[in-house]
């Protein structure tokens, strides 16, 4: 597959303009050659993905997360990410969660989704921790019923302020510090920022839509639970 069709077909998805402006989405390893054979996606581009991608001769990193550092020698394959504007893409990385949770958003406001809705905050428990083993919350306000939920892939809880002035009961995001928990006037679900974003990858293999092979990589939360 020619690598400027698979790049047109992700920016028709989600426009790199709409990135944030402190975001690197877009190339960030771009090689002479044109052909794509074998694709890798991955969250995040990692030494241990890079070796992966080696491994398996794939001619292209795809990844929601940028990448950070590149190993000067690094002339294997193309790397390109789509964050920030994957984010905001109808569609992109929190619609996803949103529909694995069985849900619809019934609003979008730039990052966050809004899901009007009738579920016990109990309920509500039950059906992220199938996404998310290992979800915490925080509850400061004893609500037990909830009306609409903020949903925020990733790192969301600068948000708080925002879903709450918008009349959400709770907030769906991952990365909440303590600080910050103590002080939020509505339910928090910290479901993970990998937890949160891991599900969006197969969005990349539907815009390629079969015309190339795509492997997926191997990677898992760095946080260890017991």
Known sequence: MDKSEIIRRIQAFAPVETSEKWDCSGWCVETAKNEIKRIM???????????????????????????????????????????????????????????????????????????????????????LKTISPNLRYINNKNITHLKRIAFCAGSGSEFIQEAYENDADALVTGDLKFHTALESPIAIFDIGHFESEILVLPVFENLINGDTEVVYANEKSPFCYE
Not at 69 to 90: E, F, G, M, Q
Request: negative net charge; hydrophobic residues 40%; charged residues 25%.
């Open 41 to 127: 996606l991955a969250l995040t581009v990692t030494e241990d993905v890079i070796a992966q991608a080696k491994n398996k001769n794939c001619d292209m990193i795809i990844s929601h997360h940028p990448l950070f550092y590149v190993p000067l020698d690094w002339k294997h394959s193309d790397i390109y990410c789509a964050h920030t504007n994957l984010d905001r893409a109808y569609g992109g990385t929190t619609d996803v969660l949103i529909r694995n949770l069985d849900l619809k958003a019934a609003q979008t406001q730039d990052f966050l989704r809004y899901v009007d809705t009738d579920i016990s905050l109990k309920d509500m428990l039950v059906k």
